[in-house]
């Protein structure tokens, strides 16, 4: 039987968008269980009408998959579901003295990603999530637009961050060249910073990004790890 809030149906709050906001926010403040089923009600009710389930909702009631991969690179976290990765980065020898170990890391990071996926089930699974991760770093993987929809940014972020995307496996540009093809070029500056601000390293390849004079430049995780990575992809590409 569906459940009803404040006589609103899920149903119902599908037909009336300030039903529907109604609807949303008294979930956000629900028991995690509870909240769980009515997520499952409203994807119910929209795939009865046909409509199509935003990633976000999906992923509030499916499993949060969470490890660890030894890439040719370096251990890289990964945070992912639904067959998606949504947050990845490397565990740095600085993060492990500070923390104790990689395990510790790992899961001080998870703490924080769930407090905004209280209603989803998290798993820690190593292998999936390094399947993943071995399929952005050898240039197989493919960043879907839902997540892109999913994530809090900013407009020029997410342009910024869809337009690394589409930079060739094993090639790279200058933070000039990518300010133009945002259509900001004289906000060099602002597209820099949100080159730094990707949530999703190696599968958004914000490394391809480089001096105009050729060096490598900065990276979150280091020039080191950048060098690697470029290495790493012009020899596969060469290959």
Not at 67 to 82: A, E, H, K, N, R
Not at 159 to 178: C, F, H, M, N, R
Not at 225 to 239: P, V
Request: hydrophobic share 40%; net charge negative.
């Amino acid at each position: 039987m569906t459940k009803e809030i404040n006589g609103i149906s899920p149903k119902d709050a599908l037909s009336n968008e300030d039903d529907f906001e109604t609807f949303m926010k008294t979930i956000e403040n629900m028991d995690p269980e509870e909240a769980r089923i009515m997520y499952k009600n409203i994807i119910a009710a929209m795939e009865e009408d046909g409509e199509l389930v935003p990633f976000p909702m999906r992923l509030m009631t499916s499993d949060v998959l969470f490890g660890l991969c030894q890439t040719p690179v370096g251990l890289v976290y990964g945070i992912g579901g639904l067959g998606q990765l949504m947050l990845t980065g490397f565990i740095s020898e600085e993060d492990i003295a500070e923390l104790g170990d990689a395990e510790t890391v790992l899961q001080t990071i998870m703490d924080d990603f769930e407090e905004n996926i209280t209603t989803a089930t998290t798993i820690r699974d190593d292998a999936v999530i390094g399947a993943l991760i071995k399929s952005a770093l050898d240039g197989n993987y493919q960043v879907l637009d839902d997540v892109f929809e999913a994530m809090e940014s900013t407009d020029l972020q997410r342009a910024v961050w869809q337009e690394l995307t589409k930079i060739p496996y094993g090639e790279t540009i200058s933070y000039e060249e990518l300010a133009l093809r945002v259509g900001n070029p004289k906000a060099v500056r602002a597209v820099a910073s949100a080159v730094g601000e990707n949530p999703i390293s190696i599968a958004i390849p914000c490394h391809r990004i480089i001096l105009k004079s050729g060096e490598i430049g900065e990276y979150h995780w280091g020039s080191d790890i950048k060098g690697k990575l470029l290495a790493y992809e012009k020899a596969r590409k060469q290959a």
